[in-house]
């Protein structure tokens, strides 16, 4: 019993100190950007004693860029967790298996063809749709074929037909300007992003998150296998049915507004499972705060490193997560066959 | 009969083609005026129909149908379309061809090698350039008189010499973009009489701004295009962004003018002049920089 309470402890722990940096990067997130304001002018901004452009610049810019990328991050990370707990493949994560991309190729074709009008939460019910059809696909395959390999494909081909379908969609849209978003939807960005974006994905991040942080106990359960999960009472379809839903909610929303950012959902879960005991469980809510914390930090290195051309959200998450794919690759070769 | 051997036939058949597309293609001394021109820029397609009568204008470019982008969309209308690609245009047999001189560039090469009368132009930033191109064209065209006659007829251009209290002004395109110093938009804000914000941010050319540079650029006035709510793009968007809306305080007020006005200069920049101007004035002398 002491050993579970001393679990327990462990897990806050690990959540306080997670909780706490995510204090100290958003605080910095906030006092980032082109403008130069000083942290003094910021927090006035923040608490409006300060009416003048700084306010503006940071509750109107800079606020809701920071609350996007913690709400995307932790979407991101939750669901690759979620995933990977599901599906029980390592290499499971919204991104790589194809759900960012039709949940971006959904929010294209409604976005550009101007079909939402003024009903602005169109394009992120096109993203859950989107994410919804890719994850019950791959759902119903890993269950018919439990081989890492055979989901991993799966996922290379919807997303190459999602990205081709995105671009040309994009080409074909009367904005002169469509086709040069390209990058920002197969890249994703926070740039210009307003509050208004966080009203319209607030609820279904919130909803999926709460979705999937519920199946923790089911998760843990399948962890020894669908026979031991059933003899648990765990029900698999339900289960199943959870993590899809909660899947579609999170990364749907999130992805509309931001465009597809890949390997949060691969990063986090694998760099965090040891501290939790390999425990897929506990290991949902630890991701959703660890996937807040990179996809802050790369929105902040992104508005650092600044530039002419702004430097895509996805290009950093890649730059880190391609390395460590190949290597889980590789590390987890005698699973492929 | 004999067949022919094939690549004696070959042979011969290319020098010929070659030899015919030469003779077709050379200035004869003292030949009359061009009768089939084509156009293959939509600057160019302006000059072209300000000057020259109809029926001896072949073809201009898609893009001046866009009502959106071209200021001579009218006139444009129920001429033969081109899109740029040298099939379209050598069934209609022009005999000069207009040429912008960074857009279509493989294109006017061809015509070029091919042996046609390729004619290229840059489009200019101001009127006085616009003025040059037109006496130019004329030149090639015979219609030296009525090019005389057009730029007799224009007004002078403004010579606004805004001072340190005039209004500032930022022209903004979608995505941020803004005209830098010297450019078309650039030239319209000073003969105005007003100050480009874009200079005293240190900008050299035309450049994207983030969307806090563009607040705190402090510009009195904000020049945005009509927007085209048929088509969204995440470019216009941003221009909808709610910092920018009119109805804070602390924003910038907006002027939205029609993107054909600052694609290719021509007499619409007069009027274009005086729209700004007009704008403008109500406003008071703004106060101490924030």
């Given at each position: 019993?002491?050993?579970?309470?001393?679990?327990?402890?462990?897990?806050l722990?690990?959540?306080v100190?997670?909780?706490a940096?995510?204090?100290?990067?958003?605080g910095?997130?906030?006092l980032?950007?082109p403008?130069?304001?000083?942290?003094?002018?910021?927090?006035?901004?923040?608490?409006?004693?300060?009416a003048?452009?700084?306010a503006?610049?940071?509750?109107?810019i800079r606020?809701?860029?920071t609350?996007?990328?913690?709400l995307?991050?932790?979407?991101?990370?939750?669901s690759?967790a979620?995933?990977?707990?599901?599906?029980r493949n390592p290499l499971?994560?919204p991104a790589?298996?194809?759900?960012?991309?039709?949940a971006?190729l959904?929010a294209?074709?409604?976005f550009?063809?101007?079909?939402?009008?003024?009903f602005?939460?169109?394009?992120?019910?096109a993203?859950?749709?989107?994410a919804?059809?890719?994850?019950?696909a791959l759902?119903?395959?890993a269950?018919?074929d439990s081989?890492?390999l055979?989901?991993?494909?799966a996922g290379v081909a919807?997303?190459?037909?999602?990205?081709?379908l995105?671009?040309l969609a994009?080409n074909?849209?009367?904005n002169p300007?469509a086709?040069y978003?390209?990058m920002?939807?197969?890249?994703g960005?926070?740039?210009?992003r307003?509050?208004?974006?966080?009203?319209?994905?607030?609820l279904p991040?919130?909803?999926?998150?709460w979705?999937?942080l519920g199946?923790?106990?089911?998760?843990?359960?399948?962890s020894i296998?669908?026979?031991?999960?059933?003899s648990l009472?765990?029900e698999?379809?339900?289960?199943q049915w959870?993590?899809v839903?909660?899947t579609?909610l999170?990364?749907?929303?999130a992805v509309?507004?931001t465009g597809?950012?890949?390997?949060v959902?691969?990063?986090v879960?694998?760099?965090l499972?040891p501290?939790?005991g390999?425990?897929p469980g506990?290991?949902l809510p630890?991701s959703?705060?660890g996937?807040?914390?990179?996809?802050?930090?790369?929105?902040?290195?992104?508005?650092?490193?600044?530039?002419q051309?702004?430097?895509?959200l996805?290009?950093?998450?890649?730059l880190?997560?391609s390395?460590?794919?190949?290597?889980?690759v590789?590390a987890?070769?005698?699973?492929m066959r | 009969m004999?067949?022919?051997?094939?690549?004696?036939t070959?042979?011969g058949?290319?020098?010929?083609?070659?030899l015919?597309a030469t003779?077709?293609g050379a200035?004869t001394?003292?030949?009359?005026?061009?009768?089939?021109i084509?156009?293959?820029?939509?600057?160019t397609d302006?000059?072209?129909?300000?000057?020259v009568?109809?029926?001896r204008?072949?073809?201009?470019t898609?893009l001046?149908l866009?009502p959106?982008?071209?200021?001579?969309?009218?006139?444009a209308?129920?001429l033969?379309?081109n899109?740029g690609?040298a099939?379209e245009?050598l069934p209609?047999?022009?005999?000069?061809?207009l040429a912008?001189?960074h857009?279509?560039?493989?294109t006017?090469?061809?015509?070029?090698?091919?042996?046609?009368?390729v004619?290229?132009f840059?489009p200019?930033?101001?009127?006085?350039?616009?003025?040059a191109n037109l006496?130019r064209l004329?030149?090639a065209?015979?219609d030296?008189?009525?090019?005389?006659?057009?730029?007799a007829?224009?007004?002078?251009?403004p010579e606004?010499a805004p001072?340190?209290?005039?209004?500032?002004v930022l022209?903004?395109e979608?995505?941020?973009?803004?005209?830098g110093?010297?450019?078309?938009t650039?030239?319209v804000?000073?003969?105005a009489g007003?100050r480009?914000a874009a200079r005293?941010?240190?900008l050299?050319q035309a450049?994207?701004l983030?969307?806090e540079?563009v607040?705190?650029?402090?510009?009195?006035?904000?020049?945005?295009?009509?927007?085209t709510?048929?088509?969204?793009?995440l470019?216009h968007?941003?221009?909808?962004?709610?910092?920018?809306?009119?109805?804070r305080?602390?924003?910038?007020?907006?002027?939205?003018l029609?993107?054909r006005?600052?694609?290719?200069?021509?007499?619409?920049?007069l009027?274009a002049?005086?729209?700004?101007?007009?704008?403008?004035?109500p406003?008071?002398?703004?106060?101490p920089?924030?």
């Amino acid at each position: 019993m002491s050993a579970v309470r001393g679990e327990r402890r462990a897990l806050l722990r690990l959540g306080v100190l997670l909780g706490a940096l995510l204090v100290v990067l958003a605080g910095a997130s906030l006092l980032v950007g082109p403008a130069p304001l000083q942290w003094l002018q910021v927090l006035g901004g923040l608490l409006d004693t300060d009416a003048g452009l700084a306010a503006l610049v940071v509750n109107e810019i800079r606020l809701p860029r920071t609350l996007l990328a913690l709400l995307v991050g932790a979407s991101l990370g939750l669901s690759g967790a979620a995933l990977q707990g599901l599906l029980r493949n390592p290499l499971a994560e919204p991104a790589i298996i194809g759900v960012s991309g039709t949940a971006a190729l959904g929010a294209v074709l409604v976005f550009y063809s101007g079909l939402a009008g003024d009903f602005r939460l169109a394009v992120p019910l096109a993203g859950m749709g989107g994410a919804l059809l890719a994850v019950t696909a791959l759902a119903a395959l890993a269950g018919r074929d439990s081989s890492v390999l055979t989901l991993v494909l799966a996922g290379v081909a919807i997303n190459s037909m999602s990205a081709a379908l995105t671009s040309l969609a994009l080409n074909l849209s009367p904005n002169p300007f469509a086709a040069y978003e390209v990058m920002t939807w197969l890249m994703g960005s926070l740039a210009d992003r307003s509050m208004q974006h966080v009203q319209i994905i607030v609820l279904p991040v919130v909803m999926g998150a709460w979705l999937l942080l519920g199946s923790a106990r089911g998760l843990d359960a399948l962890s020894i296998g669908e026979d031991g999960a059933r003899s648990l009472g765990v029900e698999l379809q339900r289960l199943q049915w959870r993590v899809v839903a909660g899947t579609a909610l999170c990364v749907g929303a999130a992805v509309s507004v931001t465009g597809v950012v890949g390997f949060v959902g691969l990063i986090v879960p694998h760099v965090l499972r040891p501290l939790v005991g390999h425990r897929p469980g506990a290991l949902l809510p630890v991701s959703a705060l660890g996937g807040a914390l990179l996809l802050l930090a790369a929105d902040i290195v992104v508005r650092l490193v600044g530039g002419q051309v702004e430097l895509r959200l996805g290009v950093l998450t890649a730059l880190l997560g391609s390395p460590f794919f190949l290597y889980l690759v590789l590390a987890t070769r005698r699973q492929m066959r | 009969m004999r067949r022919l051997p094939p690549w004696p036939t070959l042979l011969g058949a290319y020098l010929l083609g070659a030899l015919g597309a030469t003779v077709a293609g050379a200035d004869t001394p003292g030949a009359t005026a061009p009768q089939r021109i084509v156009s293959l820029n939509i600057c160019t397609d302006g000059l072209l129909l300000e000057l020259v009568e109809r029926r001896r204008i072949a073809s201009v470019t898609f893009l001046s149908l866009d009502p959106r982008y071209s200021p001579h969309h009218r006139r444009a209308a129920g001429l033969h379309i081109n899109h740029g690609h040298a099939e379209e245009l050598l069934p209609l047999r022009p005999d000069l061809v207009l040429a912008g001189s960074h857009a279509a560039t493989a294109t006017a090469a061809l015509l070029d090698r091919l042996g046609y009368r390729v004619l290229r132009f840059e489009p200019g930033e101001n009127l006085q350039a616009w003025l040059a191109n037109l006496r130019r064209l004329a030149a090639a065209t015979g219609d030296q008189a009525r090019a005389a006659a057009i730029a007799a007829s224009l007004p002078a251009w403004p010579e606004g010499a805004p001072d340190a209290t005039a209004p500032r002004v930022l022209a903004l395109e979608p995505g941020g973009w803004t005209a830098g110093p010297g450019s078309l938009t650039d030239h319209v804000i000073t003969a105005a009489g007003l100050r480009n914000a874009a200079r005293d941010l240190g900008l050299r050319q035309a450049s994207r701004l983030d969307l806090e540079q563009v607040l705190m650029a402090g510009a009195d006035l904000l020049i945005v295009p009509e927007d085209t709510p048929r088509s969204p793009s995440l470019a216009h968007h941003m221009l909808q962004h709610p910092a920018l809306a009119g109805d804070r305080p602390q924003a910038p007020r907006q002027l939205s003018l029609p993107a054909r006005l600052w694609t290719c200069p021509g007499t619409h920049l007069l009027a274009a002049v005086e729209q700004l101007r007009g704008a403008a004035t109500p406003y008071p002398a703004p106060g101490p920089p924030r």
